[in-house]
């Protein structure tokens, strides 16, 4: 996967539709399904927002986003990668390129988190002046299972429009109360943002408001009778809603297209309609039910895609998933979304019969209720139940499935104890349905279930275990417990939430024995727990991954990748020296990336990766070679400096980041003409040479080193040395033959020659055979009434001044 880089574009044509840019909702089903199965990015993904883009684009938000391509089977590969949310923009019928955060080689979500430990998923986005915004809800994981999550708050990114380039995202100030962005409805110059409330098994629709089309603004929140700039005052308008639903104006009224909530798992997809964005919102109108719920999958967050619907009518988009990942990971076309389309207004349906008589409500057995009414005369009369949770706040009446047909009794089960219910029930026949007969009240006493029979369980090669019960009369879910025996787990941890006869856990701790314990979840409360089943899960190790790439860096490190085995993988990654046996220590690593230390300059090295889990290190990947090259510094040392002392200069200068640097000299009083460069390298900004002339001017330069040799010189500094020549040299004659010399010296501990001539007798320069020390030289036996002349030799030739006296 290459990021920016476009992938195979699936395109649909038109022709089908009323007009140009509608479609018939098999023509999106199959292009996403045909996407997901060629594209090579986007295997399959949830939420399926649509924002409109100018130049007749749409631009499709998601969140948890699958990555790669399917398997030959039509499964989903372990390894595939998977980010919280991404998105596509469809042009002309066609899904281009899938836009995330991150690098090809370590893809991240589109919108990223606010905080460590925390993903965001998609709310909605809007369009404007060039720009997008698009709201995201930030969660962290609250336990094991599938819908273990917590929100923690509202994010909003910002984007440009031509290239859906990120901007800033930055976390709003609201609270975990309220998912927001559950819709954007932009309204009279200004948006309308819908968002979810959970509260226990229910949820709630709520709106917010803008002044301007700017979702960075101030918002006000809808109270129930006007707007406050307080987010804690937002009242909830309907109940039953999902995560996230569509609110579009149609014509004179507002629809919310819902998948419907009030009931657990339900298939079914309703429509309210109101007069305003803040309702009152009337309804349910059932739209359709969604296949999928029949062959044991779950269905849920509904949107209402009006641009691109074709005319009367509405297109609807659904996603569609199975609580048991082992399902989806067998099947990759389950999580791709769905679209549906039905008329809108409605049909009208004619003059139904007349609302039915007489209905009661008792309680029954085993929890539930027990609901009897009188027949209603016609022909080909059946009839459908309505219930609603006053306890727990439900707004509006919900049809049951499986009603009872042309039967005048109905057993409705799945009750919680002690909530407040009220049934109502319609008659339909050829002409229509009625209206809602007069609601009949009872209170639900619900006993706890009884707790589940026989449960087998069975390991898998990953870690993971999957887990089967027997059918639970009156139980729609069941928790799954595990505890680890042999880490000496005393409670038993929830792994999570489960519908139907089956489940996969994990993955466990490799090699521990555990005991699973499957506890029923009724109306009346939790049952007791089944009895314990064992298992100890084994872990085996990954597949080598495949043979990395590699890079070889200008410091002598090699930046090696890889593409990743399976998510939620550490690695190890070897190196050796080519015709060295062993492989070393591995460095660890968590990404599928990884950069070495530097290495040897100019020797050749082979790396290979292995892929670790909790079963231990898989095989190694086939190496690669790979000669590690250590370029040359390219940066000039600046700002050299030299201060000179007595036989040495002090050099100081700024480091170009090299560790080592070499100096070069050369002596310009001795006529030397080029730099010589010093065979020891020095360490840091600051060095001092030794063992120089005094009083010779000198040259330098620096440049970094290091194992590819050396850099460009800095420019070069002049500075004389002084002179170690002892000064106020004198001569005097105290006694007959006598003489003294004396001086101040400027280096102490030199060595001398003293050189003497008796200019009266027209003598040359000679030297006293004898080395001198310190300041002072003593001679004898010399010519009374001569006058001699002397002076001061230095090791390295250079003379003092004379000094001359008349000899007694």
Same mark, same amino acid.
């Given at each position: 996967m290459a990021a920016g880089a476009l992938v195979t574009a699936v395109a649909w044509s038109d022709d089908s539709g009323d007009e140009v840019g509608r479609f018939a909702p098999e023509q999106l089903t199959a292009m996403f399904q045909e996407y997901g199965d060629t594209s090579g990015t986007w295997l399959g993904a949830d939420r399926t927002a649509s924002v409109p883009l100018s130049g007749d684009r749409t631009l499709w938000l998601f969140s948890?986003?699958?990555?790669?391509?399917?398997?030959?089977?039509?499964?989903?590969?372990?390894?595939?990668?998977? *980010?919280?949310? +991404?998105?596509?923009?469809? !042009?002309?019928?066609?899904?281009?390129?899938?836009?995330?955060?991150?690098?090809?080689?370590?893809?991240?979500?589109?919108?990223?988190?606010?905080?460590?430990g925390e993903f965001t998923w998609i709310g909605d986005g809007a369009a404007f002046g060039g720009r997008v915004q698009v709201l995201a809800n930030s969660y962290r994981r609250s336990g094991?299972?599938? @819908? %273990?999550?917590?929100?923690?708050?509202?994010?909003?990114?910002?984007?440009?429009?031509?290239?859906?380039?990120?901007?800033?995202?930055?976390?709003?100030?609201?609270?975990?109360? *309220?998912?927001?962005? +559950?819709?954007?409805?932009?309204?009279?110059?200004?948006y309308y943002i819908y968002g979810t409330e959970g509260s226990g098994a229910m949820k709630f629709a709520h709106v917010a408001r803008t002044s301007t089309p700017d979702l960075a603004g101030a918002w006000e929140f809808w109270t129930g009778g006007g707007w406050s700039a307080t987010e804690a005052d937002s009242a909830r308008l309907l109940s039953g809603v999902g995560t996230n639903y569509?609110?579009?104006?149609?014509?004179?009224?507002?629809?919310?297209?819902?998948?419907?909530?009030?009931? *657990?798992?339900?298939?079914?997809?309703?429509? =309210?309609? $109101?007069?305003?964005?803040?309702?009152?919102?009337?309804?349910?109108?059932?739209?359709?039910?969604?296949?999928e719920v029949a062959q044991g999958n779950i269905v849920y967050d509904a949107d209402l895609h009006l641009e691109l619907s074709r005319k009367g009518r509405l297109l609807v988009s659904y996603n569609v998933n199975?609580? %048991?990942?082992?399902?989806?990971?067998?099947?990759?076309? *389950?999580?791709?979304?769905?679209?549906? #389309?039905?008329?809108?207004?409605?049909?009208?349906?004619?003059?139904?019969?007349?609302?039915?008589?007489? @209905?009661? &409500?008792?309680?029954?057995?085993?929890?539930?209720?027990?609901?009897?009414?009188?027949?209603?005369?016609?022909?080909?009369?059946?009839?459908?139940? =309505?219930?609603?949770?006053?306890?727990?706040?439900?707004?509006?009446?919900?049809?049951?499935? %499986?009603?009872?047909?042309?039967?005048?009794?109905?057993?409705? !089960?799945?009750?919680? %104890?002690?909530?407040?219910?009220?049934?109502?029930? +319609?008659?339909?026949?050829?002409?229509?349905?009625?209206?809602?007969?007069?609601?009949? $009240?009872?209170?639900?006493t619900v006993p706890p279930p009884d707790a589940p029979g026989v449960v087998e369980v069975r390991a898998l090669p990953d870690g993971r275990?999957?887990?089967?019960?027997?059918?639970?009369?009156?139980?729609?879910?069941?928790?799954?417990?595990?505890?680890?025996?042999?880490?000496?787990? #005393?409670?038993?941890?929830?792994?999570? $939430?489960?519908?139907?006869?089956?489940?996969?856990?994990?993955?466990?701790?490799?090699?521990?024995?555990?005991?699973?314990?499957?506890?029923?979840?009724?109306?009346?409360?939790?049952?007791?727990? +089944?009895r314990g089943v064992r298992v100890t899960p084994r872990v085996t190790p990954p597949p080598a991954p495949a043979m990395p790439t590699a890079e070889a860096r200008p410091d002598g490190s090699v930046h090696l990748t890889w593409p990743a085995v399976a998510p939620d993988l550490t690695y190890q990654v070897f190196t050796r020296e080519v015709g060295v046996a062993d492989w070393g220590l591995p460095g660890p690593t968590g990404r599928t990336s990884?950069?070495?230390?530097?290495?040897?300059?100019?020797?050749?090295? #082979?790396?290979?990766? &292995?892929?670790?889990?909790?079963?231990?290190?898989? #095989?190694?990947?086939?190496?690669?070679?790979?000669? $590690?090259?250590?370029?040359?510094?390219?940066?000039?040392? !600046?700002?050299?400096?030299? !201060?000179?002392?007595?036989g040495s200069v002090e050099l100081t200068w700024k480091p170009t980041g090299a560790e080592w640097y070499k100096i070069s000299r050369r002596d310009l009083t001795a006529g030397e003409t080029e730099l010589a460069e010093d065979e020891i390298?020095?360490?840091?900004?600051?060095?001092?040479?030794?063992?120089?002339?005094?009083?010779?001017?000198y040259e330098f330069a620096v440049a970094a080193v290091n194992d590819g040799g050396s850099g460009p010189r800095s420019a070069t500094v002049r500075v004389r040395l002084p002179s170690a020549v002892p000064s106020k040299v004198s001569a005097r004659s105290d006694r007959a033959g006598e003489v003294t010399v004396v001086w101040t010296e400027i280096r102490r501990g030199l060595t001398y020659r003293v050189q003497l001539r008796d200019t009266t007798a027209g003598e040359q320069w000679r030297t006293d055979p004898f080395p001198v020390t310190g300041a002072r030289y003593q001679t004898a036996l010399l010519t009374a009434g001569h006058r001699y002349e002397f002076r001061l030799q230095l090791p390295d030739g250079t003379l003092s001044a004379t000094a001359a006296t008349t000899v007694r």
């Open positions: 948890d986003t699958f990555l790669g391509s399917p398997g030959e089977d039509g499964s989903r590969p372990r390894a595939s990668g998977l *980010i919280s949310n +991404s998105a596509i923009v469809q !042009e002309n019928g066609r899904l281009g390129r899938l836009h995330y955060g991150g690098i090809a080689s370590d893809p991240a979500a589109l919108v990223p988190s606010p905080a460590a094991a299972g599938p @819908l %273990d999550h917590k929100l923690t708050g509202t994010v909003l990114a910002d984007f440009t429009e031509s290239s859906l380039t990120p901007g800033p995202v930055r976390k709003l100030p609201l609270g975990d109360r *309220i998912s927001w962005g +559950s819709e954007i409805l932009s309204e009279g110059g200004r569509g609110v579009r104006r149609v014509g004179d009224q507002y629809v919310l297209v819902t998948h419907e909530n009030n009931l *657990i798992f339900s298939a079914d997809f309703v429509a =309210y309609t $109101a007069d305003s964005p803040t309702g009152p919102f009337q309804g349910p109108h059932y739209l359709f039910r969604a296949p199975n609580l %048991d990942e082992a399902v989806t990971y067998a099947d990759a076309s *389950i999580y791709r979304p769905r679209f549906a #389309e039905v008329t809108w207004p409605p049909a009208g349906t004619g003059r139904g019969p007349a609302a039915p008589q007489g @209905l009661t &409500a008792a309680v029954g057995g085993a929890g539930t209720a027990s609901l009897a009414w009188q027949p209603v005369a016609g022909q080909g009369v059946s009839y459908e139940v =309505y219930r609603r949770d006053v306890t727990a706040g439900q707004t509006h009446f919900v049809r049951l499935p %499986d009603g009872p047909g042309a039967a005048t009794t109905f057993r409705s !089960e799945f009750l919680t %104890d002690g909530h407040d219910y009220e049934f109502a029930v +319609s008659a339909v026949s050829l002409r229509g349905e009625s209206a809602l007969s007069t609601a009949a $009240a009872m209170r639900a275990v999957t887990v089967h019960w027997g059918q639970i009369p009156f139980v729609q879910l069941v928790k799954v417990f595990h505890r680890d025996v042999t880490g000496g787990q #005393e409670k038993p941890a929830e792994a999570g $939430a489960f519908p139907g006869v089956s489940a996969t856990i994990g993955p466990l701790t490799h090699g521990h024995e555990y005991e699973i314990t499957v506890v029923a979840v009724g109306g009346g409360g939790d049952s007791p727990p +089944s990884f950069d070495t230390v530097p290495l040897r300059h100019g020797r050749e090295y #082979e790396l290979a990766v &292995a892929a670790v889990n909790s079963g231990g290190a898989g #095989e190694k990947s086939l190496p690669i070679r790979i000669r $590690a090259v250590v370029a040359a510094p390219a940066a000039a040392p !600046e700002r050299l400096r030299a !201060e000179a002392e007595l390298a020095v360490k840091g900004g600051s060095a001092v040479v030794h063992h120089l002339a005094d009083g010779h001017e």
